[in-house]
């Protein structure tokens, strides 16, 4: 089992419509290996709604993404390098949502100008989100057919007259 160890994870990256999703599958798979399974849902929301807005209001697509992790809370902030963006009107839906779904949140600026929009969840290491197994399915799309069964008589085949074939064989 991995020990509780204080983490950091940054990633910078342009942000649209297609990117949203690995980013939210790189976010996870840093969770996943920091023992905090538990988190990979409200984590990954949350950075895909403030990733959609900026992809929408936005000029300047360039966008940081930074995860830390205190062995008690997991901060996660986004900081979105454009001056025009108002998280106060253009935001205001998806702060809301994270308002909602997250322990802590806010947003505050850089001394370079940009503007940091975190939130923050509580989080303990080892909390596991038990896998749910699926049934197999099948990965043929027709069904082969058993083969029927053959009497014993049509699997032998006639002996050759006068049991020529087996002295051949010595």
């Not at 779904?101 to 909390?127: H, P, V, Y």
């Not at 083969?147 to 008589?153: C, D, E, S, T």
Request: net charge neutral; with cysteine.
């Amino acid at each position: 089992m991995k020990t509780a160890v204080p983490c950091y994870y940054h990633l910078d990256v342009e942000v649209s419509p297609e990117r949203v999703g690995q980013v939210s599958r790189i976010l996870a798979a840093h969770l996943r290996y920091w023992d905090l399974d538990n988190l990979v849902a409200p984590v990954c929301h949350g950075t895909e709604l403030l990733l959609r807005a900026i992809d929408r209001h936005a000029t300047d697509k360039h966008t940081s993404i930074e995860m830390w992790w205190n062995r008690q809370h997991l901060i996660t902030a986004v900081a979105e390098d454009d001056r025009d963006l108002r998280p106060d009107q253009d935001l205001r839906a998806c702060l809301a949502d994270i308002a909602a779904m997250s322990d802590g949140w806010g947003c505050c600026a850089s001394e370079t100008g940009s503007k940091i929009i975190w939130f923050s969840q509580r989080a303990r290491a080892g909390q596991r989100v038990p896998l749910v197994p699926t049934a197999p399915e099948p990965s043929l799309r027709q069904v082969l057919q058993v083969p029927r069964a053959l009497p014993v008589a049509a699997l032998a085949a006639p002996a050759a007259p006068g049991g020529k074939a087996l002295e051949g064989a010595r």
